[in-house]
């Protein structure tokens, strides 16, 4: 599990119970407390956004992404760039066909793909395309979990302000009894709260969150192809190394050559 997703979560919001409850106690919360709020307001948003999906099969589905957050990145260029190195190494000794049968026990379906592809005596560019293919299909997929938590970030304040606008007609209606103006103000506020928690509480970060582990995994991806091609063309693996290293920081360049991972200089 990612720790900093559920520690950020978590923080948050005792970081803002604990500044309604600081001065008052516990009994304050009771005045954050209004069903009706959350009702107009979460149930808005909620219904809002699922009218924009297709199905409400897809609404749930894009709900669920929440879980997303919470798994810890495997994404590792540094290992990604190394084991490109290592197959590129079999690949100028024994041969590209040695590759299948590394393709072959690999966890990793891109890779595997891409490897079998190369086996196969398939055209580069065509290599190039079905993968780059795959990448935008990846890309779309994700691009529709972060559109659907921005969405909600920007469905929540302004559904919270709809509840403001209702609790402050009723109370208009209301305003020849003054001893009620202060209390029905508290409440139409809290709907403006209620969407702007929703909004940076949860879907912001997860959206964000979201964003960060689709730009690692393609540019996981981007490294892949660009070594596999290279493999492919017969390249020395030095030169893919180099090639490679281009991607990273510099720091986890110094990383990659202090491993002791880099290519060999072959034929």
Same mark, same amino acid.
């Given at each position: 599990?990612?720790?900093?997703? *559920?520690?950020?979560?978590?923080?948050? *919001?005792?970081?803002?119970?604990?500044?309604?409850?600081?001065?008052?106690?516990?009994?304050? !919360?009771?005045?954050?407390?209004?069903?009706? @709020?959350?009702?107009?307001?979460?149930?808005?948003?909620?219904?809002?956004? !699922?009218?924009?999906? @297709?199905?409400?099969?897809?609404?749930?589905?894009? =709900?669920? @992404?929440?879980?997303?957050?919470?798994?810890?990145?495997?994404?590792?260029?540094?290992?990604?760039?190394?084991?490109?190195?290592?197959?590129?190494?079999?690949?100028?000794?024994?041969?590209?066909?040695?590759?299948?049968?590394?393709? #072959?026990?690999?966890?990793?379906?891109? !890779?595997?793909?891409? =490897?079998?592809?190369?086996?196969?005596?398939?055209?580069?560019?065509?290599?190039?395309?079905?993968?780059?293919?795959?990448?935008?299909?990846?890309?779309?997929?994700? @691009?529709?979990?972060?559109?659907?938590?921005?969405?909600?970030?920007?469905?929540?304040?302004?559904?919270?302000?709809?509840?403001?606008?209702?609790?402050?007609?009723?109370?208009?209606?209301?305003?020849?009894?003054?001893?009620?103006?202060?209390?029905?103000?508290a409440i139409a506020l809290i709907t403006t709260l209620y969407g702007s928690l929703l909004a940076n509480w949860i879907c912001?970060?997860?959206? #964000?969150?979201?964003?960060?582990?689709?730009?690692?995994?393609?540019?996981?991806?981007?490294?892949?192809?660009?070594?596999?091609?290279?493999?492919?063309?017969?390249?020395?693996?030095?030169?893919?190394?180099?090639?490679?290293?281009?991607?990273?920081?510099?720091?986890?360049?110094?990383?990659?050559?202090?491993?002791?991972?880099?290519?060999?200089?072959?034929?």
């Amino acid at each position: 599990m990612d720790i900093a997703s *559920l520690v950020g979560l978590l923080m948050a *919001l005792v970081l803002v119970i604990y500044g309604i409850v600081a001065k008052d106690g516990f009994g304050a !919360m009771m005045g954050f407390l209004d069903f009706q @709020s959350a009702l107009i307001t979460f149930g808005g948003a909620f219904m809002g956004i !699922m009218t924009t999906q @297709s199905s409400i099969p897809i609404f749930i589905q894009r =709900l669920k @992404s929440l879980t997303l957050i919470f798994k810890v990145q495997t994404v590792n260029e540094l290992e990604t760039i190394q084991t490109v190195i290592k197959l590129s190494n079999v690949a100028r000794k024994d041969g590209l066909l040695q590759l299948e049968e590394m393709a #072959n026990s690999m966890d990793d379906a891109f !890779m595997k793909k891409g =490897l079998l592809l190369i086996v196969d005596g398939t055209d580069p560019e065509l290599v190039r395309s079905i993968l780059e293919t795959e990448l935008s299909s990846i890309e779309e997929r994700h @691009s529709a979990n972060i559109g659907f938590w921005e969405a909600l970030a920007a469905a929540g304040p302004a559904w919270g302000m709809i509840g403001t606008l209702i609790g402050l007609i009723n109370m208009l209606g209301k305003l020849q009894d003054m001893a009620t103006v202060g209390p029905n103000m508290a409440i139409a506020l809290i709907t403006t709260l209620y969407g702007s928690l929703l909004a940076n509480w949860i879907c912001t970060p997860v959206a #964000n969150k979201l964003k960060e582990s689709n730009a690692a995994e393609l540019k996981q991806k981007e490294i892949l192809v660009e070594g596999l091609l290279s493999i492919q063309a017969g390249e020395n693996p030095r030169v893919i190394e180099e090639k490679l290293k281009s991607f990273l920081a510099p720091n986890r360049r110094e990383e990659l050559s202090a491993n002791g991972e880099g290519g060999e200089e072959v034929g």
